[in-house]
């Protein structure tokens, strides 16, 4: 199989969401291309698969890259220049392939329309549709969503720009303030106190292009992740009936650190999370998956739930319908390819009742994976961790 492989903010952008500082742009570059390289190599590593990544050239390469086309098979890999015409380079690409991987921010309907793209060149696309996308990455839509199927979640509400520092001058403190579109915890703040009011919202509004900006009620807790494949049976076509349930295979509960506050910083996180409230975590997950699966056609591949692991009980934030950051540190705990699941997961096939984890991983956004044989478990009882670093670009298998 013949894959395009296009991660937006190495490959496609500009600068991105208008006016982001440059250091936000570089840690979301940073990100994209950890994502990017970790996923080039397990779909190398499947045997059966031509890869094609698009990358605009005045970006560095990075060391996963690099090895990539050192170490890769003869004919496994193209990297394709992007500059000028961007999405007839893209097209041109995809025309000469059988399928396309997006990872892309939901914001500025982006997602959604590389998605659509893929599905426009008649090719098959590895992730959710671009109606799943939009849904999911509209962060109303999907609230509204998850309340109306009795799910716990933050209370949430849109107000205009124009109108935001008088109506937050009376509402109860602390909030968070949040892009409808937004990404990575780009333009993200807790509002604790009314004094700063102007400058959370000045933080909002360089993060997106919107008139409008979300008020979401704030959950006092731990940050967490769940990481799903999801695999959606086969359209019937018009007038078929209720869809199918996709099977949902959890890939375990994550740790997120992330710093909320005057701003919020992503610093990367832990798996898996061994906490009392796991299993409630992941359960809630899946129901959120299917729960959008219910609202759209084609969820499938791989998706991330943020939640808060609140004192009564997990809560759900968003859902993101692409690879997540957590993907760099996940492929280490599993035996199975992820990529190959992620794949078996787009084109509707079963999947494994469970994949058992080895190990712990602690992962950054940059890519930088420290794994350890020894679980938390060992850890609490005296053994030593035996961490040992990576980069994105290694691979339990190829250690």
Not at 198 to 219: C, M
Not at 272 to 281: D, L, N, T
Not at 319 to 342: C, D, K, Q
């Amino acid at each position: 199989m013949k894959i395009v492989l296009l991660e937006h903010l190495t490959s496609f952008a500009g600068p991105v969401g208008g006016g982001r500082a440059d250091a936000s742009q570089r840690q979301l570059r940073a990100e994209g291309a950890a994502m990017r390289d970790a996923l080039a190599e397990d779909l190398i590593r499947l045997g059966d698969v031509q890869l094609v990544l698009l990358h605009r050239p005045e970006i560095a390469i990075t060391a996963g890259l690099r090895r990539l086309l050192r170490c890769a098979p003869p004919g496994s890999l193209d990297l394709v220049p992007v500059g000028g015409r961007r999405e007839e380079v893209f097209r041109r690409a995809l025309r000469r392939a059988d399928a396309g991987l997006i990872i892309a921010p939901e914001e500025e309907d982006l997602l959604p329309r590389l998605s659509r793209i893929v599905e426009e060149e008649g090719r098959i696309l590895l992730g959710p549709s671009p109606g799943a996308a939009r849904l999911a990455g509209d962060k109303l839509a999907s609230a509204r969503l998850l309340a109306s199927a009795s799910l716990p979640t933050p209370a949430t509400e849109a107000i205009p720009f124009a109108t935001a520092a008088r109506r937050l001058s009376t509402w109860p403190l602390p909030v968070v303030l949040k892009p409808r579109d937004g990404c990575g915890g780009q333009g993200v703040r807790l509002l604790r106190r009314r004094g700063g009011i102007a400058r959370a919202l000045a933080a909002v509004r360089r993060a997106t292009s919107r008139p409008d900006l979300l008020v979401q009620d704030y959950v006092p807790g731990e940050d967490a992740s769940v990481s799903l494949l999801v695999s959606a049976p086969a359209s019937s076509g018009p007038g078929a009936g209720a869809r199918s349930a996709p099977a949902v295979l959890p890939l375990g509960l994550s740790r997120q650190e992330i710093r909320l506050g005057a701003a919020c910083a992503y610093r990367g996180g832990a798996a898996p999370f061994r906490h009392p409230a796991s299993r409630a975590a992941s359960e809630l997950a899946v129901a959120a998956v299917r729960a959008l699966a219910a609202a759209a056609e084609g969820v499938r591949g791989y998706l991330g739930v943020d939640l808060v692991l609140a004192r009564d009980g997990p809560s759900l934030i968003e859902i993101n319908p692409r690879p997540t950051t957590s993907y760099v540190g996940l492929r280490r705990l599993f035996r199975e390819n992820l990529a190959g699941l992620l794949r078996d997961a787009a084109l509707g096939r079963s999947l494994p009742a469970r994949l058992e984890a080895r190990g712990l991983c602690r992962f950054r956004g940059d890519g930088t994976v420290r794994f350890s044989a020894r679980d938390e478990g060992d850890a609490q009882r005296g053994g030593k961790p035996g961490w040992e670093s990576t980069s994105a670009g290694t691979s339990a298998a190829s250690i």
